[in-house]
């Protein structure tokens, strides 16, 4: 009997070993997949990746790029049905070269009174339309979709462009059991793999096949085939404080270095960032060394300024004032300084490379430097790959100082770059030397300060006034709301404080450029009493609504953009009518190694007057994932501070 068991166990870890390395069985929908009700890893999983299987290699006909691709899922509700519309773009240069997709195969499977259903896609409803200039979309919908159903689809892309290697996206939207990928590459071509993502590989092997791909005068090259097995990957959920996704998303990315031909020749795509300052030189250098009339162009008051910082200034805030953004990035393409100056509007490169112009003229040292925004993800520093840059700024040089400076924006102040900009680093190109990377970071902290004095008077109404003061980014975001339509701005803050009355607004901030927003109103409220008490919370402008930190863990970065301070600060005269029954208790709290500090504390002294203050700082921009765990207990308890003060006063007798 005890052998017979044994031999049962090995039997089904065989069948288990087998299916793993012949996908045409994993493929197969079982009885216990279509039973499946929800994912126990991810109980708000619409749908699930049960499987899905890559296999990229080169075709010895025609020598195109062939990839096989199969996807199993399984759909747990209406919300998962979304997943059963396929979509793909195929890149199409002309009508000799152009991508396709063959041999599409799809099947819903149901689960119909304890009977399995299959149900085919009719390859009539596969559609195939132009989609924007250079690219063919092919589309189509798994038929009869219903909760609990698990699709199956498979095709295969053929590809004459391998210079451009098929990626592979381990990690996506949805939850996944086992992603798996295969990929032969011949030794004439050399590609820089790169792995993006936190989650580690289950399996990435290498092995040369001698004699892979034969040519037809009897030529041969030997490949190297990998495969690659990602298992158990939870599905990426976007959330607040972050920079792109591409950034964190577990996948393989190939760039192609060199093409070896059989013949010897060897061209090289990968290029030296010596090559690549070259070619920067000539896309931009004939607009970089453009003369500008400034004498025609500039005011005397910039022209004459004999401080160098002041000169430098003047002639960045004329070019913010003169000249409009188009709101193209354009680093690239439709670069004019002419244009700019005639039509008074262009991209950003234009309208900086202006700045550039007009700063060098004044013999202030200046380097042009490219980055990638925050939307556009890293560049990446291991090789250059000039695509990854979508933005220019200049980097000015002013008494032993850098400054970074983008003339966009009619808020942005002296040396403050755009949030989008704050992405780490950029590439500072050269003229004379090679460039060279540099730190795009915000120095100073951005700060939210609020001063509130109420007076509390017999009929438990409060009044009184708020002052707020914002530096940095939330004094850009303010002015820019502000300036741009000061009675809708002044009608917004009324709304925010739905129970008070506001009055008397000011702001001392005249300028569009300042490092500041002040603003100042008069404020009445009546406050809310049960019995002889009055509950009252005194943090009448929150700084958080609700914590932004859901998720159960987070495997890439909290990013701010840059360091955070906020602080309140309130005094309640509580005159001869009231004293205080409860103050909220002091806390002190600190992330690990003081990365952000909490700090709340309530006084009630002579005369009837309670003081609190609080104050949250942020100490760094950006936190590894590991800090999320204290990241999201730290604004619990911020969240938890401004919404349940316990300050409670009674009326005397």
Known sequence: MKQFIHLIIGL?????????KDNKHVFNVSLSELKLKSYPQDSTANALVLYEYGNSYVDDEKFDLVTKLKHKIKIFNKEGFDNANITMFLYRKNN?????IQDIIATTYTLENGEVLKTQLDKTHIYKTDYKENYIKVAFTLPNIKEGAVITYSYTLRSPYMRKYHGWEFQGDLPKLHSEYHTS????????????GAKKLDTN???????CLVMGNGASADCTKSTYVMKNIPAFIDEDYMTSRDNYLSRIEYELETFKGMEGSVEHYTKTWKDVDKELRGDFGKQLKKIVDVKTLLPKTITEETNTLKKAKLIYNFVQEQYTWNEDYGIYRNISVKDLIKNKTGNVTSINILLHNLLKQHEISVNPVI???????FAT?????ITDFNYFIVQANIEGKNYFLDATNDYLPFGVLPFRCLNGYGRSIRFKDESKWVTIKAEKKSTIAYKINLNLDQTGTAKGHIKARYSGYHALSKKQNYFSNPEDYVDNLKNELPKADLSNYKTKTTTKTSDLFSEAFNIELALESIGDKIYFNPFLMPFFEENPFKLQSRSYPIDFGFKNKYTTSIQLNLGDNYEVVELPESINMAMPNNAGTIRLSSTSISKNIVNILFDVSFNHSA?????????????SEVINIQTNPLLVLKKKL
Do not use: C, D
């Open 12 to 20: 089904v870890s065989f069948t288990l070993t087998a299916q793993t």
């Open 96 to 100: 000799n070269s152009f991508e396709s």
């Open 185 to 196: 590459i011949p030794a004439n071509w050399k590609y820089h793999i790169k792995l993006i």
């Open 205 to 211: 092997t290498n092995e040369i096949e001698r004699n």
């Open 371 to 377: 980055l990638s925004t925050r939307r556009n993800g």
């Open 381 to 385: 520093k291991l090789y250059p790959v």
């Open 623 to 635: 936190y590894p994932p590991e800090y999320y765990p204290y990241l999201k207990t730290f604004m």
